[in-house]
C-alpha cells in the first residue's frame, strides 16, 4: 500500500530565511506524480509545487524548490526568503492514489 | 474565474440524520474528488467522479455516497451521521488524472 510520512509536525523559520519541510513515500508505481500543497488558516488547499516522478530535475517555483530523490523516495520540500504569508499547514501529497501526509505546520516569525 | 465553490461552508447536524454537500468546479474541470480532513490531520480521499461515474473510491463506507450531474458539479451525501463524522470536507477539481487539483475552502460539519 501506497503511505505519505511527514515526520516533523511542527516547524518554525525566522522570517527571510530558509526552511526545509520533509516527506518520504513507499510506493511500487513507477509513473507517480507528487504536490506541496499549502493550507492556511483560510483552511483553502493552495498548489505550492509539483513533481512527475519521471522527471530527474528538481520543480521550482519562485522562492520554492523541491529535492526529488526518487531512489530513496524522498521528496522535501525548500522555502527560500521565507515571509510572514508562508505561515500554514503544508501538505505533501501523492498520485495517482491521492493520498495525503498529515501536515507540517511552519510558523514564519517575525 | 471562480474557482472552487463548495457549499454551505458550515453546517450543523444531530447524529443519525443525512446530509448533502455541494460542490461547483473550476471552470473547464471534469473531475471532482471530496476528502474528509478531520481536525489536524491530513485530506483523507474519499471518492472521484468524472462523466457521472464514480472513478475511484478511498476507505470509507457506503453511507457516503455522491454524485456528479452533467454540468460536472457534484453533491456529497452521507447517511445516518455518526460523531466521527465531524470534520472539514473538502473538494477538488481538476482535468485528467494526473493533473494538480484546485480546491474549495470547505464545508465544516460538526455532528452533534
Known amino acids: 500500500a501506497q503511505t505519505v510520512t511527514q515526520s516533523q509536525p511542527e516547524m518554525s523559520v525566522q522570517e527571510a530565511e530558509t526552511v526545509t519541510l520533509s516527506c518520504t513515500y513507499d510506493t511500487s508505481e513507477s509513473n507517480y506524480y507528487l504536490f506541496w500543497y499549502k493550507q492556511p488558516p483560510s483552511r483553502q488547499m493552495i498548489l505550492v509545487i509539483r513533481?512527475?516522478?519521471?522527471?530527474?530535475q528538481n520543480a521550482t517555483e519562485n522562492r520554492f524548490s523541491v529535492n526529488f530523490q526518487k531512489a530513496a523516495k524522498s521528496f522535501s520540500l525548500k522555502i527560500s526568503d521565507s515571509q510572514l504569508g508562508d505561515t500554514a499547514m503544508y501538505f505533501c501529497a501523492f498520485l495517482p492514489k491521492y493520498i495525503f501526509g498529515t501536515g507540517t505546520r511552519l510558523k514564519v516569525l517575525a | 474565474d471562480a474557482g472552487v465553490t463548495q457549499s454551505p461552508t458550515h453546517l450543523i447536524k444531530t447524529r443519525g440524520q443525512q446530509v448533502t454537500l455541494r460542490c461547483s468546479p473550476k471552470?473547464?474541470?471534469?473531475?471532482v474528488s471530496w476528502y474528509q480532513q478531520a481536525l489536524g490531520q491530513g485530506p483523507q480521499f474519499i471518492f472521484q467522479y468524472y462523466e457521472e461515474e464514480e472513478r475511484q473510491r478511498g476507505n470509507f463506507p457506503d453511507r457516503f455516497s455522491g454524485h456528479q450531474f452533467p454540468n460536472y458539479s457534484s453533491e456529497l451525501n452521507v447517511n445516518a451521521l455518526l460523531l466521527g463524522d465531524s470534520a472539514l470536507y473538502l473538494c477538488?477539481?481538476?482535468?485528467?488524472?494526473?493533473?494538480?487539483?484546485?480546491f474549495g475552502q470547505g464545508t465544516r460539519l460538526t455532528v452533534v
Open positions: 477538488a477539481s481538476n482535468t485528467g488524472g494526473q493533473n494538480e487539483a484546485f
Open positions: 513533481q512527475e516522478a519521471y522527471k530527474q
Open positions: 471552470s473547464g474541470h471534469d473531475t
